[in-house]
Nanobody, 112 residues
Framework: QVQLVESGGGSVQPGGSLRLSCVASGFTFSTYVMSWFRRAPGKEREVIAVISSSGTNQNYADSVKGRFTISRDNDKNTVYLQMNSLKSEDTGVYYC?????WGPGTQVTVSS
């Protein structure tokens, strides 16, 4: 079955950076589009970044465009989210997702 495990979250000041990782198993990773989602406090989970199976194409929500970068390493079955210039509104639980499944998530808190 699909298994996804996110890591790399933490607490950071506004303007700081974090790099999230998501290790996948249980499916042929290199053939699937992967996504990062975020659930901010009191809000619905939203998709914020998507990467094609080869890694060639990426798409971002307007709220993170220009600050976040999604990438993947198909040899390591891992998808990444580099987050720069973090803002307080980026606070939330971050999940990677595929095939309607998500991992347990990793908490990101941006606060001074």
């Amino acid at each position: 079955q699909v298994q996804l495990v996110e890591s790399g979250g933490g607490s950071v000041q506004p303007g700081g950076s974090l790099r999230l990782s998501c290790v996948a198993s249980g499916f042929t990773f290199s053939t699937y589009v992967m996504s990062w989602f975020r659930r901010a406090p009191g809000k619905e989970r939203e998709v914020i970044a998507v990467i094609s199976s080869s890694g060639t194409n990426q798409n971002y929500a307007d709220s993170v465009k220009g600050r976040f970068t999604i990438s993947r390493d198909n040899d390591k079955n891992t998808v990444y989210l580099q987050m720069n210039s973090l803002k307080s509104e980026d606070t939330g639980v971050y999940y990677c997702g595929v095939l309607g499944s998500w991992g347990p998530g990793t908490q990101v808190t941006v606060s001074s």
